[in-house]
């Protein structure tokens, strides 16, 4: 299994980087951005913005590094089920139905990662391997 050890990095790429892109793609489009979610109704629509920015730039680049990968997976498991639920709820068009389960289905991916960590190719992972040595440093 060792020579597979690069797949959770190969996961943490597929999942935050369109995680990424969509945050970069908010920032470029605000007044859009924030007319859609007054449009659905959300109170505050620029404090939701800065949420939605943060939540999908922030912790898209988090995950990409592997830093901290699982409190931040879980927090965005949250808001892709809170945002399918907001946003894409209007099961009779089917683009909506489709966006829904997207986002359901990038939750359990999310959720894979909060489960099972960042993986070898990751901050996480570099500095547990530091605070070991510095333990074993120390015990002996």
Not at 15 to 38: C, Q
Not at 101 to 112: D, I, P, R, T, Y
Request: hydrophobic letters at 55%; glycine letters at 12%; one cysteine or more.
């Amino acid at each position: 299994m060792e020579r597979f050890k690069f797949i959770p990095l190969l996961g943490r790429i597929l999942i935050g980087g369109p995680f990424v892109m969509s945050g970069l793609g908010k920032l470029a489009a605000y007044g859009a951005t924030v007319g859609y979610i007054a449009a659905m109704g959300l109170p505050v629509p620029p404090l939701a913005f800065v949420l939605a920015v943060l939540t999908e730039l922030g912790g898209g680049l988090l995950l990409l590094s592997g830093y901290r990968a699982r409190a931040v997976s879980l927090g965005m498991a949250v808001f892709c089920l809170v945002t399918a639920m907001v946003f894409h709820h209007n099961f009779a068009d089917q683009n909506q139905m489709i966006h829904f389960l997207k986002n359901v289905m990038m939750a359990g991916g999310l959720l894979q990662i909060t489960w099972f960590g960042a993986g070898a190719f990751s901050l996480d992972a570099l500095t547990g391997r530091v605070a070991s040595r510095v333990s074993a440093l120390r015990a002996s």
